[in-house]
C-alpha cells in the first residue's frame, strides 16, 4: 500500500503543476469571454448594499464563493475603503481561475478512490492516471469558468450515492441532496441528474418481496428519501440564488434566452459552426479526441459497451450508476443544437472511470492464468498507458500554456510590420484585437457576422466601401472564417467573402499567419483550424491572419 501513496502523492503533484503553470494567462487582456462575463459579475458586487449578480447564465452559488473569497482576503490584508471593500474585475478572474484549478486537482484522488471503490486498487490507479494527465481538466483548470465546479460536484455526487447503496441511511441521503442542491445551485441544466438519485434510493430501499407491509415499507422509504432531497436542494437553491426569486423576470429571460439558442431557435453569432452537426458523433470526432486523445476515444467505445454487458450480467448497481451517470450527462447535452466543449467536461470522469474499469477487468481475467506475472503485466500496462499520456498532455502543454499567446505574437509582428497609423479592418466580437489597440490608433470593426442578412450597416455594400478605404485587415482569431467556409449554404455572402479573401481576389494578400509546428499539429491533430470543434482552441491558442493591400 505505500507504493500506491507514494504513486499516488506522484500524480497528484504532477497534476497540480500541470493546472497551477500560468494560471494567470492572458493578463492584462484575458480572452475568455465567458470567464469575462463571470468576473464583471463579481466585480460590481457590493456586500451588503448591492448582491444581485446581474448574471443568470450560471447559478450564483459559485460567483458568491468567489466574490466573498476574494472580499475576506481584501478584508485581512488592509482593504481600505470608506464604505466597504471590493473585488477588482483581475481578482476574480484569477481567483475563480484558482477554483478551477482546485476542483481539477481534487478529482485525482477521488478518481483513484472511486476506481478502487468500483473495481480495484489498479483500476484506481489507471483512473488517477488519466486525470492526472487529462487535457481536458488541465484546460479547463485555466479557464474561470463553471465547468469544473459542476465537474467536481458530479463526481462528489457519484461517490455519495454508491454510500447510500451500501449504508442505506437518511444521513447518507441527506448528503446526497446536499451535493444535488450544489450542483443546481451551480447550473439549474443539473436537474438532468435528479432521476438518477431516484434509482439510487429505489436500489438502495426497495427489497423484493411479496409481503405486503414490507412492500408498504420500502414505498415509504423512497418517498422519505425524495422529499428529503425536494426539501434540502430546494432550501440550498433559495439560500444560494435568491435574486432568481427577487428578479424573476430577468431570470425567467435569461434562462429563455441560453435555452432558445442551446436548442437552435435563436440564430446568434456564435453558433454558426453547428449547423448540420450530428449529435454523438459530433462530439466523438471534434470533442472528446481533444479532450481525452484520439486514442483514448477509440478506446472508450468499446470499453464502455464491455460495461454496460458486464453491469447486466454481473446486476451489480454500483457499475449501473456509473453508466447512468455517464449517460444522463452525456445525453443531456448530446442532442443540444450547440455542442460546445465545455458541455462534454463535466462527463470526463466517468469516461476516465469505465476505460479505468474496463481495462482493469481485463488484466484481472489474464491475472487468473499467469498469477505469477499478474504484477509485471499491470505495471507493463501502466507504463504504456503512461507513455500515451504524456504524448498526447505535453503538445497542447507546450503549445497553449507555456509558449507565448498567439494574440501576442502576431500584434509583435504587426508592431514591426505595419505602420502604427495605418488604416485596419478588423472583426467584431473578437478579444482577440484588443492587445493591437494600444499600438495602432486606426482599427475598424466591421460585423461580418450580418453580411448574410439585412443590415443597413453591414451588408456588400458597406463591406466594399471598408475594404476600398483599409490597407490591412487583420483576422484575430478562426471564429467567423471557419464557420462561413464550411457553412456555404447558411452563409452564402460570408462564404464568398473569406473564400475570395483567402484566394487573393479582394486585393489584399496574406501576410502572415499563426505558425503550428509539429506539437501544435499533435495537440490539434494536424490542424488548429478545422480539426476541432472551434472552442477547443478559439480562447487559448487561436490562428491570427493578417493580409495587407497589394
Sequence with gaps: MRKTHVLLLMLLCIGAFFRLYNLNWGAPFYFHPDERNIASSVSQLRFPDNMHPHFFAYGSLPIYTIFFTGYLYNLFTGCITTHVCTV???????????????????????????????????????????????????????????????????????????????????????FVSVLCGLLIATKISSLTLVPLLFITYFFAFFQKTTHTATVLRNGIRIILACFIGFIVCVLIYVVTNPYVFIDTQAFLGSIKYESDVALGILPVFYTGEFYGSIPGVFQMLRVYPFLISPLFTMFFIPSFLYVVIQTVRRKDTSWLLLVGFFVFLFLSQAFLFVKWTRYVVPTLPFVYLILAVALSDSIAHKKSALEKRSKNIFYGVFAILTIICFLFLMPYFITALVKEDTRLIAKQYATLAIPHDALILSEVYDLGITPFNDTFTHIDLFNFYDLDQYSPDYNLETLKIALAEHTYIILPSQRIMKTRLQNTKQFPKGNAFYEALFEGKLGFQKIYETSCDNLCKIAYMGDPVFSYEQTVNVFDHPTVYIFKKQ
Design 88 to 174: 477588482s474585475f483581475e481578482q476574480a478572474i484569477l481567483i475563480s481561475r484558482i477554483y478551477s484549478s482546485i476542483f481539477s486537482i481534487l478529482l485525482i484522488p477521488l478518481l483513484f478512490f472511486l476506481g478502487q471503490k468500483l473495481h480495484s486498487r489498479n483500476a484506481g490507479i489507471i483512473a488517477a492516471l488519466l486525470t492526472t494527465t487529462s487535457v481536458g481538466l488541465i484546460q479547463y483548470a485555466h479557464f474561470g469558468t463553471f465547468e469544473l465546479w459542476l465537474t467536481f460536484f458530479s463526481v462528489c455526487l457519484f461517490l455519495l450515492c454508491l454510500k447510500v447503496l451500501h449504508d442505506k441511511t437518511y444521513k447518507a441521503v441527506f
